[in-house]
């Protein structure tokens, strides 16, 4: 046995590639997104290392062209998710009793595998599932989700090293149990790195976890689950169930074994599984730890004074990257009197030369969202403010299904700082912006951080130190991820560990080592050398 202590140094973050006409990269991409848009992929559960295949079929179809289907699903139902639980818990004691450096080895291979011999098979599968352009793609399932394990095993070696101190006549040590049970991954269509990271930062520290991947995400999620594998991640320790969320969450959260939920998705949805472990507390063998990251109503506040050019390209980035549907994405805009028009041209300009269409075309900078559902719910909001005295439509407005989910970049001023769209979640290519008054910045910026319910992103563009400092002061709690002349958008791993509070979740910040002290249970273990043998204190004797 190797009793060496290993050091895991801190990880440089993946190199973003250009994919320049002609490039390795760019060739490989292209003839990758050839064969998967020529390929039905047939997607089984995988459970226990066991691919299942139900007969309950769902289909997967491109967001920017509907009509093409690019793989079909198979759906568990109440048996197969209750077989997930048992080979999450089977798996359980062996892989937690692992030494930490094979789970790091795993993690690192995974990167490895991602980076290098799947890099063009997962981005493609991104692009044409979740209709992300070649960079949004690259940006997320290829160099946040290899971030997301490097710096992981990084992190989890800066935990297991913290011990307590001993005396002379005892040793103290810690130990980091992974938790009792079963930790449930529920993750969103947006971002393939999160679905990785929510299985991948509890499977680090020893966990074993039953995988509920969105319906909208599938190709890129199966992929990733055969790239688990193939690094080595032992059968059950991951479980791949798509199906019902309703019927995968009842049974998980009425599960004795439910160890933590890590969830990243709706906030209607996490308050619902939070309320059902809330009425299963007695059943549990340990109270659940429960992560999410859920909802944003992300602001940018203009001070008097910005840049305008900085402004306006902060801002038609940070709403409309990826369509707007990132929980970080600008959602709200509070600009000076003084500012306004300036910054309402050249987000205007930006509006022409942003081309949209299907992610295929390197050329577009906006494609679709994400199915029709989005699409109705994003529409509803757009046709509500051209029909309202308090709204108008600067930009955009206009939509289209026929083919694809397309809606283009659309900007409204309204008049009424509590607009429905200044207030309520769109999650798509919409901004609402509210001009006040310059002498009016201590009041505006009380009504951003009183505005909404949430408190994920935001940001502040102004020239003036002193007005920075008041401005981040005065919205210390409206945003878990605070951006100083930057968009909202973009958080890297290690660099802006990601997450909010309020009905933004439970700011746990994935990409920091905060998360992963959320997936062990410490033990301290005391040991006495010489014990003694008797009762009395000194001054009794």
Known sequence: MNNSIYNFNLPANEPVLQYLQGSPERVALEQELNRQSSTV??????????????????????PHKHGHVIARYHKAGEREIKMAVEAAKTAHDSWNSQHWTTRASIML???????????????????????????QSEIDAICETADFLRFNVYFASEIYKTQPLSSFNQLNRMEYRALEGVVFAV????????????????????????????????????????????AGVPAGVVNFIPGSGAQIGSILTSSPDLAGIHFT?????????WKS???NLENYKSYPRLVGETGGKDFIFVLPGADTDEVAAGAFSGAFEYQGQKCSAASRMYIPESLWESIRDKMTEFSKVAKMGAPTDPMNFV????????????????????GSEKAEIIFGGTYDKSEGYFISPTMIKTSDPHFKTMEEEIFGPVITA????????EETLDMCNNTSPYGLTGAVFGKD?????????????????????????????????????????????????????RWVSPRTVKETFIPPKDILYGYMK
Do not use: H
């Open 109 to 135: 291979k995974i990167a490895e595998l991602i980076t290098v011999k799947y890099r063009a098979k997962l981005n493609a599968a991104t692009m044409l599932g979740q209709s992300k352009n070649i960079y």
């Open 434 to 441: 509210y001009v006040y008054k310059d002498s009016d910045v």
């Open 277 to 279: 472990v809330a009425n």
């Open 265 to 273: 998705g709706s906030n209607s949805t996490f308050n619902s599984l």
């Open 465 to 517: 130190r002193m007005e920075i400092v008041k401005a981040c002061s005065k919205l210390q709690y409206a945003a878990g991820n605070f951006y100083i002349n930057d968009k909202p958008t973009g958080a890297v791993v290690g660099k802006q560990p990601f997450g909010g509070s309020r009905g933004s979740g439970t700011n746990d910040k994935a990409g920091g080592e905060f998360n992963l002290i």
């Open 187 to 230: 993750s969103p269509f947006n971002f393939t790195a999160i679905a990785s990271n929510l299985n991948m930062s509890p499977v680090m520290m020893g966990n074993t976890t039953v995988w509920k991947p969105a319906t909208t995400s599938l190709l890129s999620n199966y992929y990733l689950m055969e790239i688990f594998m193939e």
């Open 41 to 62: 992929e047939e997607i089984p559960l995988i459970i226990g290392g066991e691919r299942i295949f139900t007969g309950s079929i769902g289909k997967v179809v491109m």
């Open 367 to 386: 494609n679709a969202v994400i199915d029709e559902s989005a699409f109705n719910d994003i529409v509803s909001f757009i046709d509500y403010a051209k």
